[in-house]
């Protein structure tokens, strides 16, 4: 069992609809929970960082975490066609010096 | 332009040759980290420095690949007697963070690179 799971999608949904992206994880170890955007052939962007459980929100961009049940989720409102890109969970242990864990990625498409 | 820049861009090389990539992070960072991403995968942790010393160095990072960060600014990775399994993107990172801090890591474009 990989220790962060996502679905890689490909997620398709209209302009304007709400996103809902998960990841789940085994190791009670991880701390530290981000979210990064990677559009096709570029490096990934971190748009989200996270540290205890609870939501945390920015602008369209909504993040939770639930270390409870080992689930976070990434909520993205009035989806626009250039939030179209690989969505990109990533999480760290505590004490760790950043070897980010990362899941596969969800792959979403936004159309007009 | 201030961010990670990577170079070059894109290499295609044939099975058995030597090839060096070069990271330049943003200039106050310490920490560099050189990961690996295959398509339809996320990106997988190789090795980071702090400074010009390397600290962590994945499973992943076999004998044929090393990596050096001379002076702690710009680094570079070299993979010898390439192998087909070694095509992937090669992403460079740097962070800026204080002792017990975690920095938040900013990625370069990556090296995309092709063996034949």
């Known amino acids: 069992q990989k220790e962060v799971e996502q679905d890689p999608g490909p997620l398709s949904v209209p302009e304007g609809a709400i996103v809902s992206l998960n990841c789940t994880y085994s190791?009670?170890?991880?701390?530290?929970f981000m979210w990064y955007r990677q559009y096709s052939r570029k490096g990934p962007e971190l748009l989200m960082y996270?540290?205890?459980?609870g939501n945390k929100e920015d602008g369209r961009f909504t993040a939770q975490v639930d270390k409870s049940s080992k689930y976070i989720s990434l909520f993205i409102r009035d989806s626009q066609p250039s939030d179209s890109a690989t969505y990109l969970c990533?999480?760290?242990?505590?004490?760790?010096?950043?070897?980010?864990?990362f899941g596969k990625g969800t792959k979403l498409s936004v159309k007009p | 332009d201030t961010g990670v820049s990577q170079d070059p861009r894109h290499k295609i090389t044939k099975r058995g040759q030597n090839v060096t990539f070069r990271c330049d992070p943003i200039s106050e960072h310490n920490r560099l980290y050189w990961y690996r991403q295959t398509l339809g995968q996320g990106p997988e942790f190789l090795t980071y420095?702090?400074?010009?010393?390397?600290?962590?160095k994945s499973r992943l990072l076999s004998d044929r690949f090393s990596a050096e960060r001379p002076k702690g600014s710009f680094s570079t990775l070299e993979i010898q007697r390439t192998e087909q399994g070694d095509s992937a993107m090669y992403l460079c990172a740097s962070s800026l963070a204080a002792a017990g801090g975690i920095g938040e890591q900013f990625f370069g474009p990556g090296t995309r690179l092709t063996v034949l």
């Open positions: 996270t540290y205890s459980s």
């Open positions: 190791n009670s170890a991880f701390q530290y």
């Open positions: 420095f702090q400074n010009e010393a390397q600290l962590e």
């Open positions: 990533a999480m760290l242990r505590g004490g760790s010096q950043g070897n980010l864990i």
